[in-house]
Antibody, heavy 125, light 106 residues
Framework: QVQLQESGPGLVKPSQTLSLTCTVS??????????WSWIRQHPGKGLEWIGY???????NYSPSLQSRLSISVDTSKNQFSLKLSSVTAADTAVYYC?????????????????WGQGTLVTVSS | SYELTQPPSVSVSPGQTASISCSGE??????ASWYQQKPGQSPVLVIY???KRPSGIPERFSGSNSGNTATLTISGTQAMDEADYYC?????????FGGGTKLTVL
């Protein structure tokens, strides 16, 4: 059974860096075929894709966040992490980590099959 | 950038069929997935690759995708199906979500 669990500060001051970690169990972040991802949801709003990292180390980020964003992986701990710099109140949201899987034999069929429980991060002084 | 458009809300009576649309340019040339999210919970995958149901998802959930529109259909809708539903697609190596549809069962 694959499980993901977010952890990190629930309160971050404006202009500082938001840092979250996702601990994965039941699967390896070093395994091919999966994209380890972050998604956020502003209060009362829809889902917003943040970015992902492939096991090879390659990343892809949302264009709107790219300049402030970094996603990395720690294979020794089976974790991946998110760092979002220069945060403002607009970054207040529930942050989810999730596994993005690709259907074998397709190039464009991707879906999130496992999600963490989400963690609320509030940006406030 | 690619966009997916969903109606903000859909209402259905218990036992009836609910249809939730997701529109995007040539979406039928891509694959659509659908997620159900209940208040305070993480999203749950209910349909992937347009019309595939993950293990554990009831048969009343089905999907289709053609032209510019993907559709999630819930047959014999139950009160427990009341939730927000999001479509999702892959475009140019990025993930795109629709804005979400609130399904009300009344």
């Amino acid at each position: 059974q694959v499980q993901l669990q977010e952890s990190g500060p629930g309160l971050v001051k404006p202009s500082q860096t938001l840092s979250l970690t996702c601990t994965v169990s039941g699967a390896s972040v070093s395994s091919g075929g999966y994209y380890w991802s972050w998604i956020r949801q502003h209060p009362g709003k829809g889902l917003e894709w943040i970015g992902y990292m492939y096991y090879s180390g390659s990343t892809n980020y949302s264009p709107s966040l790219q300049s402030r964003l970094s996603i990395s992986v720690d294979t020794s701990k089976n974790q991946f992490s998110l760092k979002l710099s220069s945060v403002t109140a607009a970054d207040t949201a529930v942050y989810y980590c999730a596994r993005l899987s690709r259907v074998a034999g397709t190039e464009t069929s991707y879906y999130f099959d496992y999600w963490g429980q989400g963690t609320l991060v509030t940006v406030s002084s | 950038s690619y966009e997916l458009t969903q109606p903000p809300s859909v209402s259905v009576s218990p036992g009836q069929t609910a249809s939730i649309s997701c529109s995007g340019e040539k979406l039928g040339h891509k694959y659509a997935s659908w997620y159900q999210q209940k208040p305070g919970q993480s999203p749950v995958l209910v349909i992937y690759q347009d019309d595939k149901r993950p293990s554990g998802i009831p048969e009343r959930f089905s999907g289709s995708n053609s032209g510019n529109t993907a559709t999630l259909t819930i047959s014999g809708t139950q009160a427990m199906d009341e939730a927000d539903y999001y479509c999702q697609a892959w475009d140019s190596s990025t993930v795109v979500f629709g804005g979400g549809t609130k399904l009300t069962v009344l």
